[in-house]
T-cell receptor, first 112, second 110 residues
Framework: ETGVTQSPTHLIKTRGQQVTLRCSSQSGHNTVSWYQQALGQGPQFIFQYYREEENGRGNFPPRFSGLQFPNYSSELNVNALELDDSALYLC???????????FGQGTRLTVV | GQSLEQPSEVTAVEGAIVQINCTYQTSGFYGLSWYQQHDGGAPTFLSYNGLDGLEETGRFSSFLSRSDSYGYLLLQELQMKDSASYFCAVRPAAGNKLTFGGGTRVLVKP
């Protein structure tokens, strides 16, 4: 149990739709990162938020966007869903420069 | 950019020792981390090497050699519950993202 919760756990969407995934960070953690993990691969960094500001982004198109709220919970939004967006989406929280990131269980997104 | 290479799969029996190697190409980084992920579960932090050398945490140990761009995770006294995927990851000197390897699937047999 990492103290990081994500919702929903599973989701099925149709190509072209939009989706919002949610993450509640571990208490006191002001940094949250989002990752995409395709089946059988390692997590790929999408972006990171620190105190409500994006401070790092991976190689993902602008239709992947996010928000972090004052209570440090966060959202990942994906517009114009494509079949290749089907993956496990993980959020991870940590306290500033602390090396350990705590991951949530993830949201399994299937795009049909 | 960064890239990390790991073996895709390792099979061993209960009680055995397994070493998972991780070779990387990066222009500079803070350290090498290891994560365990069971099927359907979240990656969980196992170990971190900020300096060269061996770090020991119970049955698991991790090693880093920056001069060789190489690290490994050593799993001792394997148990059935150790069947999982193991990922090495680096945090670059500039920026905060973790860059993960492709993962090594460890299968422990009775």
């Amino acid at each position: 149990e990492t103290g990081v919760t994500q919702s929903p756990t599973h989701l099925i969407k149709t190509r072209g739709q939009q989706v919002t995934l949610r993450c509640s960070s571990q208490s006191g953690h002001n940094t949250v990162s989002w990752y995409q993990q395709a089946l059988g691969q390692g997590p790929q960094f999408i972006f990171q938020y620190y105190r409500e500001e994006e401070n790092g982004r991976g190689n993902f198109p602008p239709r992947f966007s996010g928000l972090q709220f004052p209570n440090y919970s966060s959202e990942l939004n994906v517009n114009a869903l494509e079949l290749d967006d089907s993956a496990l989406y993980l959020c991870a929280s940590r306290l500033g420069g602390n090396t350990e990131a705590f991951f949530g269980q993830g949201t399994r997104l299937t795009v049909v | 950019g960064q890239s990390l290479e790991q073996p895709s799969e390792v099979t061993a029996v209960e009680g055995a020792i397994v070493q998972i190697n991780c070779t990387y190409q990066t222009s500079g980084f803070y350290g090498l981390s290891w994560y365990q992920q069971h099927d359907g579960g979240a990656p969980t932090f196992l170990s971190y090497n900020g300096l060269d050398g061996l770090e020991e945490t119970g049955r698991f140990s991790s090693f880093l050699s920056r001069s060789d761009s190489y690290g490994y995770l050593l799993l001792q006294e394997l148990q059935m519950k150790d069947s999982a995927s193991y990922f090495c990851a680096v945090r670059p000197a500039a920026g905060n993202k973790l860059t993960f390897g492709g993962g090594t699937r460890v299968l422990v047999k009775p």
